[in-house]
Protein backbone atom coordinates (compact mmCIF):
# COMPACT_ATOMS: atom_id res chain seq x y z
CA UNK A 1 0.00 0.00 0.00
CA UNK A 2 1.36 2.85 -0.92
CA UNK A 3 -1.66 5.84 -1.13
CA UNK A 4 -4.14 5.89 2.09
CA UNK A 5 -7.04 7.11 2.51
CA UNK A 6 -8.33 7.49 6.05
CA UNK A 7 -11.73 9.32 6.31
CA UNK A 8 -13.14 10.44 9.35
CA UNK A 9 -9.76 12.24 10.25
CA UNK A 10 -11.31 14.56 13.24
CA UNK A 11 -13.23 12.11 15.18
CA UNK A 12 -11.58 10.56 18.00
CA UNK A 13 -9.86 7.21 16.05
CA UNK A 14 -8.85 9.69 13.49
CA UNK A 15 -7.15 11.80 15.20
CA UNK A 16 -5.01 8.87 17.29
CA UNK A 17 -4.26 7.28 13.69
CA UNK A 18 -2.42 10.86 12.31
CA UNK A 19 0.27 10.07 14.98
CA UNK A 20 0.03 6.27 14.96
CA UNK A 21 0.11 6.04 11.32
CA UNK A 22 2.95 7.91 10.75
CA UNK A 23 5.76 6.69 8.46
CA UNK A 24 3.45 3.29 8.11
CA UNK A 25 2.53 4.08 4.59
CA UNK A 26 4.59 6.37 2.26
CA UNK A 27 1.50 9.03 1.31
CA UNK A 28 -1.55 9.51 3.73
CA UNK A 29 -4.52 11.25 3.05
CA UNK A 30 -6.91 12.24 5.76
CA UNK A 31 -10.87 13.36 4.96
CA UNK A 32 -13.79 14.43 6.89
CA UNK A 33 -16.18 17.27 6.89
CA UNK A 34 -13.99 19.94 8.97
CA UNK A 35 -10.47 19.96 8.79
CA UNK A 36 -8.56 19.03 11.86
CA UNK A 37 -7.58 21.78 14.09
CA UNK A 38 -4.19 20.48 14.07
CA UNK A 39 -3.49 19.72 10.55
CA UNK A 40 0.59 20.04 9.85
CA UNK A 41 1.65 21.33 7.01
CA UNK A 42 2.60 19.05 4.62
CA UNK A 43 -0.20 16.59 5.63
CA UNK A 44 -2.43 15.47 2.35
CA UNK A 45 -6.18 16.82 3.64
CA UNK A 46 -9.05 16.60 1.49
CA UNK A 47 -12.42 18.09 2.35
CA UNK A 48 -15.50 15.94 1.67
CA UNK A 49 -18.97 15.10 3.02
CA UNK A 50 -19.85 11.37 2.28
CA UNK A 51 -23.04 12.07 1.18
CA UNK A 52 -21.86 13.70 -1.95
CA UNK A 53 -20.60 11.75 -4.14
CA UNK A 54 -18.46 13.98 -6.34
CA UNK A 55 -16.67 15.12 -2.93
CA UNK A 56 -16.20 11.66 -2.20
CA UNK A 57 -14.72 10.82 -5.96
CA UNK A 58 -12.42 13.65 -5.21
CA UNK A 59 -11.23 12.55 -1.83
CA UNK A 60 -10.32 8.90 -3.56
CA UNK A 61 -9.03 9.40 -6.62
CA UNK A 62 -5.70 8.15 -6.78
CA UNK A 63 -5.98 5.85 -3.50
CA UNK A 64 -4.85 2.17 -3.30
CA UNK A 65 -6.41 2.22 0.00
CA UNK A 66 -9.17 3.05 2.26
CA UNK A 67 -9.26 3.31 6.09
CA UNK A 68 -13.01 4.01 6.58
CA UNK A 69 -13.67 5.62 9.80
CA UNK A 70 -16.00 8.51 8.61
CA UNK A 71 -19.95 8.88 9.04
CA UNK A 72 -21.58 9.38 12.51
CA UNK A 73 -20.71 7.25 15.46
CA UNK A 74 -23.16 7.23 18.11
CA UNK A 75 -26.71 6.78 17.61
CA UNK A 76 -29.17 9.39 16.12
CA UNK A 77 -31.88 10.52 14.05
CA UNK A 78 -32.77 8.36 10.97
CA UNK A 79 -31.98 11.15 8.87
CA UNK A 80 -28.57 11.63 9.97
CA UNK A 81 -27.80 7.94 9.82
CA UNK A 82 -28.87 7.44 6.40
CA UNK A 83 -26.75 10.65 5.01
CA UNK A 84 -23.64 10.00 6.78
CA UNK A 85 -23.67 5.70 7.55
CA UNK A 86 -25.62 4.60 4.76
CA UNK A 87 -25.79 6.95 1.65
CA UNK A 88 -21.87 7.85 2.43
CA UNK A 89 -20.87 4.46 3.25
CA UNK A 90 -22.23 3.48 -0.57
CA UNK A 91 -20.73 6.61 -1.78
CA UNK A 92 -17.21 5.31 -0.18
CA UNK A 93 -17.56 1.89 -1.57
CA UNK A 94 -18.45 3.01 -5.06
CA UNK A 95 -16.35 6.13 -5.23
CA UNK A 96 -13.61 3.46 -4.60
CA UNK A 97 -14.37 0.48 -6.79
CA UNK A 98 -14.72 3.42 -9.72
CA UNK A 99 -10.84 4.14 -8.70
CA UNK A 100 -9.41 1.35 -8.36
CA UNK A 101 -8.97 1.13 -4.76
CA UNK A 102 -7.66 -2.23 -4.01
CA UNK A 103 -8.51 -2.47 -0.05
CA UNK A 104 -10.80 -1.02 2.80
CA UNK A 105 -10.82 -1.41 5.95
CA UNK A 106 -14.63 -0.73 7.26
CA UNK A 107 -14.92 0.75 10.99
CA UNK A 108 -17.40 -1.43 12.17
CA UNK A 109 -19.07 -1.42 15.64
CA UNK A 110 -19.99 -4.06 18.15
CA UNK A 111 -23.66 -2.40 18.24
CA UNK A 112 -24.09 -4.78 14.56
CA UNK A 113 -24.21 -7.02 17.43
CA UNK A 114 -25.62 -5.27 20.44
CA UNK A 115 -28.81 -7.41 21.35
CA UNK A 116 -27.20 -10.77 22.11
CA UNK A 117 -26.62 -10.77 25.80
CA UNK A 118 -23.41 -10.59 27.62
CA UNK A 119 -23.63 -14.12 29.04
CA UNK A 120 -23.72 -15.56 25.21
CA UNK A 121 -20.20 -15.49 23.78
CA UNK A 122 -20.11 -15.02 19.60
CA UNK A 123 -18.33 -15.85 17.00
CA UNK A 124 -18.60 -13.29 13.47
CA UNK A 125 -20.51 -15.92 12.10
CA UNK A 126 -23.27 -15.14 14.75
CA UNK A 127 -26.04 -13.13 12.46
CA UNK A 128 -26.07 -9.50 13.26
CA UNK A 129 -28.44 -8.17 16.01
CA UNK A 130 -28.04 -4.45 15.96
CA UNK A 131 -28.85 -2.22 18.83
CA UNK A 132 -29.71 0.97 17.25
CA UNK A 133 -29.73 2.40 13.81
CA UNK A 134 -26.48 2.78 14.10
CA UNK A 135 -25.28 -0.52 14.79
CA UNK A 136 -28.07 -1.27 11.65
CA UNK A 137 -25.72 1.46 9.41
CA UNK A 138 -22.57 -1.01 10.45
CA UNK A 139 -24.40 -3.88 9.53
CA UNK A 140 -25.48 -2.30 6.05
CA UNK A 141 -21.70 -1.24 5.65
CA UNK A 142 -20.39 -5.09 6.82
CA UNK A 143 -22.81 -6.26 4.18
CA UNK A 144 -21.84 -4.06 1.33
CA UNK A 145 -18.56 -4.70 1.86
CA UNK A 146 -19.23 -8.25 1.37
CA UNK A 147 -20.75 -7.37 -2.47
CA UNK A 148 -17.75 -4.98 -3.26
CA UNK A 149 -15.49 -8.09 -2.29
CA UNK A 150 -17.31 -10.91 -3.56
CA UNK A 151 -18.43 -9.20 -7.09
CA UNK A 152 -15.60 -6.59 -7.49
CA UNK A 153 -12.75 -8.12 -6.39
CA UNK A 154 -11.72 -5.35 -3.49
CA UNK A 155 -10.10 -6.49 -0.21
CA UNK A 156 -12.76 -5.72 2.32
CA UNK A 157 -11.82 -5.74 6.57
CA UNK A 158 -14.73 -5.03 8.50
CA UNK A 159 -13.49 -4.20 12.50
CA UNK A 160 -16.44 -4.60 14.96
CA UNK A 161 -14.47 -1.89 17.28
CA UNK A 162 -15.55 -2.13 21.03
CA UNK A 163 -14.42 0.74 22.62
CA UNK A 164 -11.45 2.27 21.42
CA UNK A 165 -9.54 4.29 24.29
CA UNK A 166 -6.45 3.98 26.50
CA UNK A 167 -7.97 2.39 29.24
CA UNK A 168 -11.10 0.67 29.61
CA UNK A 169 -13.70 3.06 31.17
CA UNK A 170 -16.36 1.07 32.70
CA UNK A 171 -17.24 -3.24 33.28
CA UNK A 172 -18.75 -3.27 29.83
CA UNK A 173 -15.35 -2.31 28.61
CA UNK A 174 -13.72 -4.56 30.15
CA UNK A 175 -15.11 -7.11 28.19
CA UNK A 176 -14.78 -4.73 24.51
CA UNK A 177 -11.96 -2.42 25.38
CA UNK A 178 -9.04 -2.20 22.50
CA UNK A 179 -6.12 -0.38 22.93
CA UNK A 180 -5.07 2.33 19.95
CA UNK A 181 -2.05 0.25 18.90
CA UNK A 182 -4.06 -2.88 18.88
CA UNK A 183 -6.44 -1.24 16.36
CA UNK A 184 -3.57 -0.45 14.10
CA UNK A 185 -2.56 -3.97 14.40
CA UNK A 186 -6.19 -4.58 12.72
CA UNK A 187 -6.14 -2.29 10.23
CA UNK A 188 -2.67 -2.64 9.37
CA UNK A 189 -3.66 -6.46 8.37
CA UNK A 190 -6.79 -5.17 6.47
CA UNK A 191 -4.35 -3.03 4.42
CA UNK A 192 -1.60 -5.40 3.66
CA UNK A 193 -2.27 -9.15 3.97
CA UNK A 194 -2.87 -11.15 1.10
CA UNK A 195 -5.31 -13.54 1.75
CA UNK A 196 -8.17 -10.99 2.78
CA UNK A 197 -11.34 -10.91 0.72
CA UNK A 198 -13.83 -9.91 2.85
CA UNK A 199 -12.81 -10.21 6.69
CA UNK A 200 -14.91 -9.50 9.79
CA UNK A 201 -12.83 -9.18 13.40
CA UNK A 202 -14.05 -8.30 16.31
CA UNK A 203 -11.52 -4.78 17.79
CA UNK A 204 -11.22 -5.69 20.81
CA UNK A 205 -7.75 -6.00 23.52
CA UNK A 206 -6.79 -9.49 24.96
CA UNK A 207 -9.75 -9.30 27.43
CA UNK A 208 -9.98 -11.97 29.51
CA UNK A 209 -13.74 -10.64 30.53
CA UNK A 210 -14.30 -10.94 26.67
CA UNK A 211 -17.58 -12.02 24.70
CA UNK A 212 -16.72 -12.64 21.54
CA UNK A 213 -14.27 -15.29 20.01
CA UNK A 214 -11.49 -13.69 17.40
CA UNK A 215 -10.51 -16.25 16.09
CA UNK A 216 -10.61 -14.85 12.54
CA UNK A 217 -8.30 -11.82 13.50
CA UNK A 218 -5.96 -14.83 15.20
CA UNK A 219 -5.60 -16.54 12.08
CA UNK A 220 -4.61 -13.43 9.97
CA UNK A 221 -1.88 -13.36 12.79
CA UNK A 222 -3.49 -10.22 15.31
CA UNK A 223 -1.51 -10.44 18.77
CA UNK A 224 -3.52 -8.33 20.72
CA UNK A 225 -0.82 -6.23 23.13
CA UNK A 226 -3.68 -4.69 25.91
CA UNK A 227 -4.65 -6.50 28.53
CA UNK A 228 -8.51 -4.72 30.07
CA UNK A 229 -7.74 -6.77 33.51
CA UNK A 230 -4.45 -4.44 34.20
CA UNK A 231 -7.06 -1.54 34.26
CA UNK A 232 -9.60 -3.47 36.42
CA UNK A 233 -9.63 -1.57 39.90
CA UNK A 234 -10.44 1.77 37.91
CA UNK A 235 -12.94 0.61 35.49
CA UNK A 236 -14.87 -1.19 38.58
CA UNK A 237 -14.80 1.88 40.75
CA UNK A 238 -16.33 3.94 37.42
CA UNK A 239 -18.82 1.36 37.33
CA UNK A 240 -20.29 1.56 41.16
CA UNK A 241 -20.86 5.08 40.31
CA UNK A 242 -23.19 4.54 37.58
CA UNK A 243 -27.34 4.02 37.92
CA UNK A 244 -27.92 -0.06 37.14
CA UNK A 245 -29.15 -0.15 33.54
CA UNK A 246 -31.84 -3.21 33.81
CA UNK A 247 -31.99 -3.41 29.62
CA UNK A 248 -28.08 -2.25 28.86
CA UNK A 249 -26.60 -3.90 31.86
CA UNK A 250 -27.82 -7.45 30.54
CA UNK A 251 -26.79 -6.79 26.72
CA UNK A 252 -24.07 -6.76 25.33
CA UNK A 253 -24.34 -3.40 23.47
CA UNK A 254 -25.33 -1.48 26.89
CA UNK A 255 -26.47 1.59 26.95
CA UNK A 256 -27.57 1.68 22.79
CA UNK A 257 -29.34 -1.48 23.70
CA UNK A 258 -31.42 1.04 26.69
CA UNK A 259 -32.29 3.55 24.58
CA UNK A 260 -35.89 3.73 23.29
CA UNK A 261 -36.24 0.09 24.48
CA UNK A 262 -40.12 -0.96 24.18
CA UNK A 263 -39.39 -4.71 23.77
CA UNK A 264 -40.17 -7.70 26.42
CA UNK A 265 -39.35 -6.88 30.00
CA UNK A 266 -38.26 -10.51 30.15
CA UNK A 267 -34.86 -10.48 29.51
CA UNK A 268 -34.60 -14.61 30.89
CA UNK A 269 -34.88 -16.32 27.70
CA UNK A 270 -33.07 -14.08 25.08
C1 LIG B 1 -19.25 2.72 19.25
O1 LIG B 1 -19.48 2.15 18.20
C2 LIG B 1 -19.13 4.18 19.32
O2 LIG B 1 -18.60 4.74 18.15
C3 LIG B 1 -18.35 4.64 20.53
O3 LIG B 1 -18.58 6.02 20.70
C4 LIG B 1 -18.74 3.87 21.78
O4 LIG B 1 -20.07 4.15 22.12
C5 LIG B 1 -18.55 2.39 21.54
O5 LIG B 1 -19.25 1.98 20.40
C6 LIG B 1 -18.99 1.53 22.74
O6 LIG B 1 -19.81 0.64 22.57
O7 LIG B 1 -18.46 1.75 23.83
Not at 76 to 104: H, M, Q, S
Amino acid sequence: MKNVLVTGASGGIGTRLRVLLKGVYPHLRWSDLKSPPDLAAGEDFVRADLADMGQVETAVAGIDGIVHLGGFSVEGPWDTILNANIIGCYNLFEAARRAGVKRIVFASSNHAVGFYPRRRRIGTDAPVRPDSRYGVSKAFGEALGALYAFKHGLAVTCIRIGNFGDAPIDERRLSIWIKPEDLVQLIRIGLEHPKIRHEIFFGTSDNVRGWWDNEAAFRFGYRPQGRSEDHRDAALAAQAKLAPDRIGDWYQGGTFCGAEYDGDPDLSWV
